[in-house]
């Protein structure tokens, strides 16, 4: 026996933890390329269809295609998955062009592109009259309030035109999903401290609670899409869902938010 007594067998040397493999989901953020004016604050987008604006959709397209996801979430009413299931095999037939809008520019030309038998609606519609909440702060003795968010909102949407009368749609789509645009999202916070407590006037709350709530419901349908360890999920949605939705899928431990960047 040595000095130390009867040697062992010898110890693995320890590594590092071993992260068990969880569906990636990247969240696609990005403006409304058809105009709809649906949004409390929009800004004018030039025609997708321009021979310009169709060389840099086909380059984001093959971009993304790097990531190779398995299913595309677009931003449908769940409700029309079968409208939704018409149009693409139309598409993929050819028998039917491109609309201008994201969902067909990006996620119907990626879908094609990777061979997908069919493409998946997500949203969940619900309506959020932010205008009636300004409005009500105006009435109520929070004018301050209300225009220090129009002012701020004005601004963004400015610069927002400013850029995309100059930059690429690569360039659009990188900044339309970066921190910095992300901290926009606080906006929703700051309307929510809009009511009276006193009179147990919660307007501004229950409109961001409504919000949170679509974009929860939102989440649940994306993740759904995931079916096993090793998928990969991408959803083309509304830039403004970006935040949210990016914070939803990186807190769940079930999946791994994957970075537009790391691609476009």
């Known amino acids: 026996m040595g000095v130390f007594g009867r040697a062992g067998p010898p110890k693995e040397a320890a590594g590092p933890p071993r992260v068990p493999q969880v569906p990636r989901i990247m969240v696609l953020g990005t403006y409304h390329m058809a105009n709809p004016g649906r949004d ?14 169709q060389t840099e959709i086909a380059e ?14 677009l931003e449908v009413p769940a409700a029309d998955q079968e409208d939704l299931d018409r149009r693409f095999a139309a598409y993929v037939a050819g028998e039917a062009e491109l609309r201008r809008n994201e969902s067909d520019q990006i996620g119907f030309r990626l879908a094609k592109m990777l061979g997908h038998e069919r493409v ?11 205008a009636s909440v300004l409005a009500w ?30 930059i690429t749609l690569r360039q659009i789509l990188r900044e339309d999903n970066s921190p910095e645009y992300d901290r926009l999202h ?21 409109m961001t609670a409504a919000w949170y709530r679509r974009n929860i419901i939102i989440f649940s349908n994306v993740a759904r899409l995931a079916a ?8 083309i949605i509304g830039s403004g869902h970006g935040a949210l939705l ?3 899928v990186r807190e769940c431990p079930d999946y791994r938010l994957v970075d537009v960047g790391d691609y476009l």
């Open 60 to 73: 984001v397209c093959r971009l993304l295609s790097v990531f190779a996801p398995a299913r595309i979430g």
């Open 228 to 235: 096993c360890a090793d998928d990969r999920v991408l959803v």
């Open 246 to 248: 990016r914070q939803l």
């Open 186 to 206: 606080g906006l929703y916070l700051t309307m929510a401290t809009i009511g009276d407590t006193g009179q147990g006037e919660y307007i501004g709350a229950e």
């Open 120 to 130: 998946h609606a997500v949203d969940y519609r619900s309506d959020l009259d932010l």
């Open 137 to 166: 702060a105006q009435a109520h003795g929070q004018e301050a309030l209300a225009a220090r968010m129009q002012r701020e909102v004005a601004s963004i949407t400015g610069d927002m035109q400013a850029r995309m009368d100059r």
């Open 40 to 53: 409390y604050a929009n800004i004018r987008a030039d025609d997708v269809l321009a021979p310009r604006r």
